[in-house]
C-alpha cells in the first residue's frame, strides 16, 4: 500500500508560481512511475505531467509545456510539479498519483494505482 501526500498549492497571482510536492509513504516509491493530474470545477480530469520511476521520461500536456517541471527524488519518497508563468486556466485541484506502468499519459483513473488527496491551485488574473 502506498499513501500520497500532496502540498505546496495555494493562491498565486498570474504570473507567479508554485512548486508542489507529493511524498510517498512505504520504501517502494522508485517502483512506480509518478503523474500529476488536475480538475477544474465543472470540467473533465486532465492529465499534467509524467516521469518514469527513475525520472529518465518526462512528458508534458501540451498546455504546460514549457511552462511546468515536473522531477522526482527516490531518495526523499517525492515527486514536484514546478509551475511558472501560471495563468488563471491553471486554477485546479492537482492530484499525484503513482503507477505501475512504464509511464502513463493519461487521465484515466483505471491507469494509476494510487492517488493523492488533492491539493488546490489558484491563480488570480
Known amino acids: 500500500q502506498v499513501q500520497l501526500v500532496e502540498s505546496g498549492g495555494g493562491l498565486v497571482q498570474a504570473g507567479g508560481s508554485l512548486r508542489l510536492s507529493c511524498t510517498a509513504s512505504?520504501?517502494?516509491?522508485?517502483?512506480?512511475?509518478m503523474g500529476w493530474l488536475r480538475q477544474a470545477p465543472g470540467k473533465e480530469r486532465e492529465f499534467v505531467a509524467g516521469?518514469?520511476?527513475?525520472?529518465?521520461?518526462?512528458v508534458y500536456a501540451d498546455s504546460v509545456k514549457g511552462r511546468f517541471a515536473i522531477s522526482r527524488d527516490n531518495a526523499k519518497n517525492t515527486a514536484y510539479l514546478q509551475m511558472n508563468s501560471l495563468k488563471p486556466e491553471d486554477t485546479a485541484v492537482y492530484y499525484c498519483?503513482?503507477?505501475?506502468?512504464?509511464?502513463?499519459?493519461?487521465?484515466?483513473?483505471?491507469?494509476?494505482?494510487?492517488w493523492g488527496q488533492g491539493t488546490q491551485v489558484t491563480v488570480s488574473s
Open positions: 498519483a503513482a503507477t505501475r506502468l512504464l509511464l502513463v499519459q493519461s487521465p484515466d483513473r483505471n491507469e494509476y494505482d494510487y
Open positions: 512505504g520504501r517502494t516509491f522508485s517502483s512506480y512511475a
Open positions: 516521469i518514469s520511476r527513475s525520472g529518465e521520461y518526462i
